[in-house]
């Protein structure tokens, strides 16, 4: 139990389908990220959100669109997907985003879009 | 551009001492971390280096040199609940994680 709630933990989606994807901390971070991870290859930090509010959004197709109701909660909602979108999708959370702030994962939302 | 490098994997014996080292080119440098990640299951915490030198924690204990822009993990006494992916990170100077692609590490009995 890692603090950080991720579901579901299993997706398969077509790519006209429109799902979401729920995180939840439960350890009082104000900040809360979304990352992609695909064989072999680095995380790939997706959104930011600080105090429940957009900080960072790296370049990520307008197919995948963040919300943070609040700063316990963050959803992914997919829609109109790609094959190439099928990865382990990972919510975390921190206290901060600076010096020596340690990221916590979720354990992660696999997707697989057919 | 910003690069972290480490090897794809590695094998090591049950018992035996392993070294994961981590290479970096980042613009700034804010701290280099470390995760565990097994196959499945979310990446979890293991170290933190921000001054240089060695940080031991138990069986794992983490270097870092960063004027040589390099930081190694050194697992002892291997157990078979070692085997797992092992991520470097580093914080550069905007704050953002910059991640290596992990190394795969496998314990043979």
């Known amino acids: 139990e890692t603090g950080v709630t991720q579901t579901p933990r299993h997706l398969v989606m077509g790519m006209t389908n429109k799902k979401s994807l729920k995180c939840e901390q439960h350890l009082g971070h104000n900040a809360m990220y979304w990352y992609k991870q695909s064989a072999k290859k680095p995380l790939e930090l997706m959104f930011v959100?600080?105090?429940?509010?957009?900080?960072e959004n790296n370049s990520v197709p307008s197919r995948f669109s963040p919300e943070c109701p609040n700063s316990s909660h963050l959803f992914l909602h997919l829609h109109t997907l790609q094959p190439e979108d099928s990865a382990l999708y990972l919510c975390?959370?921190?206290?901060?985003?600076?010096?020596?702030?340690?990221?916590?994962f979720g354990e992660g939302s696999w997707l697989t879009v057919v | 551009g910003q690069n972290i490098d480490q090897p794809t994997e590695m094998t090591a014996t049950e018992g035996a001492i392993v070294q994961i080292n981590c290479t970096y080119q980042?613009?700034?440098?804010?701290?280099l971390f470390w995760y565990q990640q097994h196959a499945g299951e979310a990446p979890t915490f293991l170290s933190y280096?921000?001054l240089d030198g060695l940080e031991e924690k138990g069986r794992f204990s983490s270097f870092l040199s960063r004027s040589k822009g390099y930081s190694y993990l050194l697992l002892k006494e291997l157990q078979m609940k070692d085997s797992a992916s092992y991520l470097c990170a580093v914080r550069g100077s905007n704050y953002q994680l910059i991640w290596g692609a992990g190394t795969k590490l496998i314990i043979k009995p």
């Open positions: 280096n921000v």
């Open positions: 959100y600080s105090l429940e509010e957009r900080v």
């Open positions: 975390a959370s921190s206290q901060g985003r600076g010096l020596g702030n340690t990221i916590y």
């Open positions: 980042t613009s700034g440098f804010n701290g």
